[in-house]
């Protein structure tokens, strides 16, 4: 049984930083590919950035590219997302997800794991 379960959320003011963290549990093997979403105030949930368990092959998002590093830590078995240069567009519930398949994914739909999501609020 995947069990994801993401942290670091909270409110920052426009220009900070934040880590958010994925715990992951039950993942088998190396094949899969672990994807961080947002989902905004009244907006649909959109993929920002994902890695391949393996650590590597990452994608990001280019509305978070060069603001954003994701990053596995075999020693936790942590997906974590250090978001930097913050803006309140940023403000959404930030989600983790796990899809049991190495390539990535960029759809909600193509992701069969999920976290509860994590908090993150942007003030300007």
């Known amino acids: 049984q995947v069990q994801l379960v993401e942290s670091g959320g909270g409110l920052v003011q426009a220009g900070g930083s934040l880590r958010l963290s994925c715990a992951a549990s039950g993942l088998t093997s190396s094949n899969y590919y672990m994807g961080w979403f947002r989902q905004g105030p009244g907006k649909e949930r959109e993929f920002v950035v994902g890695?391949?368990?393996?650590?590597?092959?990452?994608y990001y998002a280019a509305s978070v590219r060069g603001r954003v590093t994701i990053s596995r830590d075999n020693a936790k078995n942590t997906v974590d997302l250090q978001m930097n240069s913050l803006k309140p567009e940023d403000t959404a519930v930030y989600y983790c997800a796990a899809r049991s398949a190495s390539s990535i994914g960029l759809m909600e739909s193509n992701y069969e794991y999920w976290g509860q999501g994590t908090q993150v609020t942007v003030s300007s």
């Open positions: 890695i391949r368990w393996s650590g590597d092959y990452t």
